[in-house]
């Protein structure tokens, strides 16, 4: 029963478990409920939101605690000069896959060249795209605001500008109970929201509870962030973008608390390759009267799994450094100069731009012309006209020559 309690199975679950001689799986069950009800925690009274703490939440909070703002602060685990490159890198994966759950349609590379080189969005899914990356953006720079009613409809307007069926919706709090959340493939109604007319005090509820440094009882600063997230997508506020927005709240709460190493995360990634565990969490916590233990315990794995994919992450760029190193050997080259010439040593027959540059190093089209001109004098790359202002970039005359003489 313990682990059944660690892990929050559900019913469904836990009914296929092998049992002594005598005992029958509600049997099992009852013990299951009346053990979380040991440790259980009043959330929201009017919806009858509420939990049970368990010892594996307590344990990962802690863990997270220690990565999120312990030895993972150290400048040596993400160098001062790349910690631009990692942080938008992370900001565009995390507003793809935000939006590819909520139906955007475009390939990862279409979609950060879009981002990378600023082209405006062509169609609904580039332009859901661009909104959840500029939302983050503008999140990050006022993570340190209280959240205002005000702020709350500034967010969902520039997560769901030009995306919505009717335009006037976007930054509006939905005016009727029209709207029910479907499963995608049966249609079914999966959940019918509270009433419209339960928003305006909802605001000031969810206002306050994310706004609070203290709260009674005490609940971890990650579980009230997650508690965010279900209250938002449970009351559907708004016409469309729910999914969206309150992920988005949920990523402010985290910075708001200090846990800077979030914007570093692609939690949303996680969450796509997971859809059907993290939509049958909030089925699980509705179904089981209103416990949303289901829901923490799976946001808690999402947290822990996006941590690892970061670690990879980092340890791939440091890597990768490591291999640009040996172009250090070349008299005269800087760190970015010798990612330029890995970059051609990579793909031989490619051709770059100086966006293409730009959005890679996260540099200043002046200072990236400055390498390219220090690389052509040195007959390591040319210079191909591709219109009267645009300018490619190949392989030069010595490139092979020089690039082949560092390994004698």
């Known amino acids: 029963m313990q682990t059944i309690n660690e ?3 559900y019913w469904s679950k836990v009914r296929y478990e092998i049992l002594p001689q005598g005992y029958t799986p509600l049997d099992l069950w009852r013990f299951v409920v009346a053990d979380r009800q040991k440790s259980d925690i009043e959330v929201w009274r009017k919806y009858h939101i509420h939990f049970s703490l368990t010892n594996m939440m307590q344990q990962q909070c802690h863990q997270f605690d220690m990565n999120f703002g312990g030895s993972w602060g150290m400048p040596s685990l993400i160098p001062e000069e790349h910690k631009e490159r990692y942080l938008v890198s992370s900001l565009m994966e995390e507003a793809i896959s935000s939006s590819q759950m909520e139906g955007a349609a475009t390939t990862r590379k279409v979609a950060k060249d879009m981002l990378r080189k600023h082209i405006s969005p062509k169609d609904k899914s580039q332009q859901m795209i661009v909104n959840n990356y500029q939302t983050i953006q503008f999140i990050v720079e006022h993570k340190q605001e209280p959240l205002t009613k005000e702020m709350l409809l ?5 997560m769901t500008y030009n995306t919505l069926e009717k335009a006037e919706d976007a930054g509006k709090f939905r005016q ?4 029910v959340v479907e499963n995608a493939i049966t249609h079914d109604v999966v959940h019918t929201p509270p009433s419209y007319k339960d928003i305006p005090k909802f605001v000031d509820d969810l ?4 706004n609070e440094i203290q709260h009674v009882p005490f609940i971890h600063p990650i579980i ?5 997230h279900f209250m938002v997508a449970y009351m559907h506020p708004f016409v469309d973008g729910n999914g969206r927005t309150s992920r988005a709240l949920f990523y402010w709460y985290m910075l708001k608390q200090g846990y800077w190493l979030t914007e570093y995360l692609s939690i949303s990634r996680i969450i796509y390759r997971s859809k059907k565990s993290y939509e049958k969490s909030f089925l699980y916590a509705e179904a089981d009267g209103m416990d949303i233990g289901y829901f923490i315990t799976y946001n808690l794995r999402v947290l822990q799994l996006a941590f690892k994919e970061f670690q990879f992450y980092l340890q791939r760029k440091i890597e990768e450094r490591k291999a640009a190193s040996i172009y250090l050997k070349i008299p005269g080259i800087n760190e970015r100069q010798a990612e330029i010439i890995k970059m051609y040593a990579d793909s031989p027959k490619e051709m770059f731009t100086v966006k293409d ?6 540099v200043t089209a002046t200072t990236i012309k400055s390498d390219l001109d220090h690389l052509m004098e040195m007959g390591l790359l040319r210079q191909i006209p591709l219109n009267k202002v ?3 970039y190949m392989k030069g005359d010595s490139f092979d020559k020089v690039v082949s003489g560092l390994d004698s």
């Open 154 to 158: 500034h967010v969902h307007h520039l």
């Open 357 to 362: 540059f730009q959005a890679r190093f996260q």
């Open 224 to 228: 009230k962030g997650i508690i965010v």
């Open 390 to 392: 645009k300018r490619g």
């Open 176 to 179: 009727n109970d029209d709207v």
């Open 7 to 9: 892990n929050y199975d």
């Open 207 to 210: 206002c306050l509870f994310f």
